[in-house]
């Protein structure tokens, strides 16, 4: 039982678990002020930790060298891909300047017109 908790796969299991709570923390308000840097942050963490699943769990860290780059390369192409995206979009707007002018509002109840 003390070779199971000391194993490297439980580690890694901790350091996701652990991530992902750092990361809903985030998402939540932790730690910064600004929305798009707290969004980043939560994406990296997101990309770091497919990276570890990649290595531990699908074994590339003892594949074969082009295996393991090709692996790597594909988390960070990914990743950067995704950021920059991320910070091109337009922020989404909060709130309206009508009561129930969100989205979900809107879409519940359409608007009907008499001929």
């Not at 809903?24 to 840097?37: F, I, K, N, Q």
């Not at 942050?41 to 997101?46: E, P, Y």
């Not at 707007?93 to 009508?98: A, N, P, T, V």
């Not at 519940?108 to 001929?115: E, R, Y």
Request: charged residues 15%; hydrophobic residues 55%; neutral net charge.
């Amino acid at each position: 039982m003390a070779s199971l908790l000391l194993s490297r796969a439980t580690l890694v299991w901790v350091i996701l678990v652990a991530a992902t709570g750092l990361s809903w923390e985030m998402g939540h308000g932790l730690g910064t002020a600004s929305v798009r840097l707290a969004d980043v942050g939560i994406l990296v963490i997101a990309f770091l930790k497919v990276r570890l699943v990649i290595l531990e769990f699908m074994e590339l860290r003892g594949a074969p060298t082009f295996m393991r780059l090709a692996g790597e390369i594909w988390v960070v192409t990914i990743c950067t891909t995704l950021i920059a995206l991320f910070l091109k979009a337009p922020l989404p707007e909060l709130g309206g300047s009508q009561a129930g002018s969100a989205p979900a509002a809107r879409l519940a109840s359409p608007a009907i017109t008499h001929d």
